[in-house]
């Protein structure tokens, strides 16, 4: 079975090193970790592009498993965060980068200078700046409806706050109701993506919505 490929976005202010206590956590941080409020910040929206799992070399380089839905090495980007544990963003800025295979790049991080250094990052979630997802995430690519929202019956249900990626279709939380909802993308659910317009329309099975009433 393929792994499943999850991505997120957070809303807060850059660059976080440790969070600060008055952070306010919105949502449950237990299942979704890394989603913060701070006061008197202007919000920048954050993307969970994928992570780093294994190095190469002895030099410190990373390997970063992605899903932006094309081969890319990330050209002039200047810097991406890892998050080390929930709640915690550190910025690394990126010395040199190659693509690997449609889903992996190379990445030599400033600062990670040996296997073993390389290695403490290994697992660790990825994120890049809206700007700069935009940038390098392909439109086809499931990655990219993070932000979007979606439409069922008319109804606008909210924002998709997270993709999971599984072998046969995509799940799309929101938040409906005070409560975090899945919804199904696949060949029966999805009428139609408007690029333009950031909106996803589904046609969701009956009753599926009754279970975040």
Known sequence: MAPVARSRVLKEAPPLLNKPADVHIIGDPGLCPGFFLLPNFALVNYLSIGKIVGSFGVQGEVVLQHALGKKTALQDLEAL??????????????????????????????????????????????????SDFKRFASASASISLLGFSVIHGGENLG??????????????????????????VNESTLVKVDQPARLVYLNLPDGLLDLYA
Request: contains cysteine; charged residues 35%.
């Open 81 to 130: 965060f890892v998050e080390m544990r929930k709640g915690e963003f550190l910025p690394y800025f990126i010395v040199s980068a190659r693509a690997k295979s449609d889903t992996e790049i190379y990445i030599k991080l400033e600062g990670v200078d040996s296997r073993e250094a390389a290695l403490k990052l290994n697992q660790r979630p990825v994120w890049l700046e809206e």
């Open 159 to 184: 924002e998709i706050r997270e993709v999971i990626e599984q072998p046969h279709q995509v799940l799309c939380r929101i938040d409906l109701n005070g409560k975090e909802a899945l919804l199904p």
